[in-house]
Nanobody
Framework: QVQLVESGGGLVQPGGSLRLSCAAS????????MGWYRQAPGKQRELVAR???????TYTDSVKGRFTISRDNAKNTVYLQMTNLKPEDTAVYYC?????????WGQGTQVTVSP
């Protein structure tokens, strides 16, 4: 079984920073793309950032220049460094591994940006 465990969420003020981590179990971590998604109340889940096994990142327009996705294959971990956070970034953030027919999801971690 593949398990993904997110951590690092919390409450921050606008303009603040936060670093999310997602630790993955299972073999061959470096072969799979990893993604960060978020879902705000009343909204659809959206892709925030994605990183291929080869290290090619993709970001949604609203976070470009503020968020950075990275991975440490030796630790089976993907990160999302978030800077200059805005209230509209408030959401539950989910980690996903592009593995198997439907992918694997973590349980989510809450990020709240509020004064």
């Amino acid at each position: 079984q593949v398990q993904l465990v997110e951590s690092g969420g919390g409450l921050v003020q606008p303009g603040g920073s936060l670093r999310l981590s997602c630790a993955a179990s299972g073999s061959s971590f470096s072969l799979y793309a990893m993604g960060w998604y978020r879902q705000a109340p009343g909204k659809q889940r959206e892709l925030v950032a994605r990183l291929t096994g080869g290290g090619t990142p993709t970001y949604t327009d609203s976070v470009k220049g503020r968020f950075t996705i990275s991975r440490d294959n030796a630790k089976n971990t993907v990160y999302l460094q978030m800077t200059n956070l805005k209230p509209e970034d408030t959401a539950v953030y989910y980690c996903k591994q592009d593995r198997g027919p439907r992918g694997y999801w973590g349980q989510g971690t809450q990020v709240t940006v509020s004064p």
